[in-house]
């Protein structure tokens, strides 16, 4: 028999490490080629490892959520060879690896690894089916919390199943996506909800992994090093959406539907054009700000993984259609897992919208080391006093917040009011010069 070592493969773009968020597999499981190993997340994207060689999982270097280097070890495979001699796999250079094999080197057929307790001999290794796991009864406590990925989770919520009934076969019991529709084939029948009020005992404590740990890195780093201004002025958009209205009657076929992110974006470029201080990163480490004549505006978009950030390059080069359409073809990128990590990066500028949910007011965090961001909140009809009586307008405030080392309070104020006017005289948009 023969070992193969998968190493921790190189990412791209200067990327010296990756944390590992999910293991698909075990010690013990039998692995073929191709097959999805595990998931590792760098700062712009997730990457899954597959698998070179079919073969058996004698060990994993690596708990989920701990940060590996790249060319680690990362996995040890036992292959069928004629001698013991141990190949590695070698780092794949592409943004989606795919581990390749360098020829085996020369080493002692009975050499042992440096940590006998991680690597098992050949002659202990045991093979369990993971199809004849799934058939054994299991018996968790009420409060337990069975290990699963939250795509699992949410598979199982929508096919109304208690994960608390499930055999695991992943690490440490982790359930996978093949245990839950072993268990669905079986014919299991959803758990019933117990009804009535009943107390509440379990604790449980999360380990942020993947996205979410990112997601509060960035928001730490955001909050404790720059010094934010909020500002908020609301926006009458009834005339807005009266022209919003009538261009999405009038679209063609190929046009998407228009909604008021894409105005926003296009005033938004008119107003950086007159004060360009406010499409800019600032260096606090070098005290270097810089000022940027391309527009790349960061739309947050809530995901089933986390919030993340796409970008719209170029902004300022774009119609009010092509803005829609690149807004939109990100936005599903972007949630269903697919937008590459240059669509991830990069912006000068963020539009955070919650859309229906956007409520009256929002302190939105600055995208570090950005130096703007604004906040859209949600949409509501309001009586407005036009001098002689109160007539129903649709109203909707923009919650902006700035650098305050690097955009002074006026400067802000100036920059929100110009927005507002495009966008209460949408007509002013589309005027060049």
Do not use: C
């Not at 004629?82 to 943004?95: F, I, K, L, V, Y």
């Not at 800019?280 to 391309?294: C, K, L």
């Not at 963020?350 to 859309?355: A, D, V």
């Amino acid at each position: 028999m023969g070992e193969f070592v998968i190493k921790m493969p190189d990412v791209g773009e200067g990327v010296a490490e990756a944390e590992l968020v999910e293991w698909h597999v075990k010690p013990g499981d039998p692995v073929r080629e191709d097959m999805v190993l595990a998931a590792v997340m760098t700062d712009k994207a997730t990457v899954e490892i597959p698998s070179p060689v079919e073969g058996v999982v004698l060990w994993l270097g690596a708990d989920v959520g701990d940060t590996v280097a790249v060319k680690a070890p990362l996995l040890r495979i036992q292959v069928a060879g004629e001698d013991g001699s141990a190949a590695e796999a070698a780092p794949s250079t592409t943004a989606e690896p795919s581990a390749t094999v360098e020829p085996a080197k020369d080493k002692p057929t009975e050499a042992k690894p440096a940590d006998p307790l991680q690597v098992r001999p050949a002659a202990e290794t045991k093979v369990i089916q993971p199809e004849k796991i799934a058939e054994r009864p299991i018996a968790r406590e009420p409060t337990e919390r069975p290990l699963a990925s939250p795509a699992v989770r949410l598979r199982a919520q929508e096919a109304g199943v208690d994960l608390r009934q499930v055999p695991g076969t992943g690490p440490a019991g982790r359930i996978t996506h093949d245990n839950l529709d072993q268990f669905i084939a079986r014919g299991i029948q959803p758990a019933i909800v117990q009804t009535g009020p009943a107390r509440k005992t379990d604790v449980e404590e999360i380990k942020l992994t993947g996205l979410r740990r990112r997601i509060a890195e960035k928001m730490r780093l955001a909050s404790s090093r720059i010094p934010h201004i909020t500002y908020v002025e609301e926006v009458d958009v009834s005339d807005l959406e009266d022209l919003r209205a009538t261009m999405n009657a009038g679209r063609k076929p190929d046009q998407p539907k228009l909604t008021i992110l894409p105005f926003l974006m296009r005033a938004l470029v008119k107003t950086i054009g007159e004060q360009p201080g406010v499409n800019a990163t600032f260096d606090d480490d070098a005290g270097i700000v810089t000022r940027y004549g391309a527009v790349h505006i960061g739309i947050a978009t809530q995901t089933p993984s986390g919030l993340t950030v796409p970008v719209v390059r170029h902004a300022e080069a774009r119609s009010i259609w092509d803005t829609a359409a690149e807004l939109a073809r990100l936005a599903d990128a972007a949630r269903n897992g697919t937008a590459a990590r240059e669509e991830l990066s990069g912006s000068t500028i963020t539009i955070s919208s919650l859309g229906a949910l956007g409520g009256i007011v929002t302190t939105p965090i600055i995208n570090h080391p950005e130096v703007a961001i604004v906040g859209v909140n949600k949409i509501m009809t309001r009586p407005v006093w036009d001098g002689t009586q109160f007539i129903p307008r649709k109203m909707m405030n923009l919650s902006s917040s700035f650098d305050h080392r690097i955009v002074d309070g006026w400067d802000a104020a100036v920059f929100v009011q110009r927005i507002k006017a495009l966008l209460e005289t949408p007509a002013l948009i589309f005027i060049e010069g």
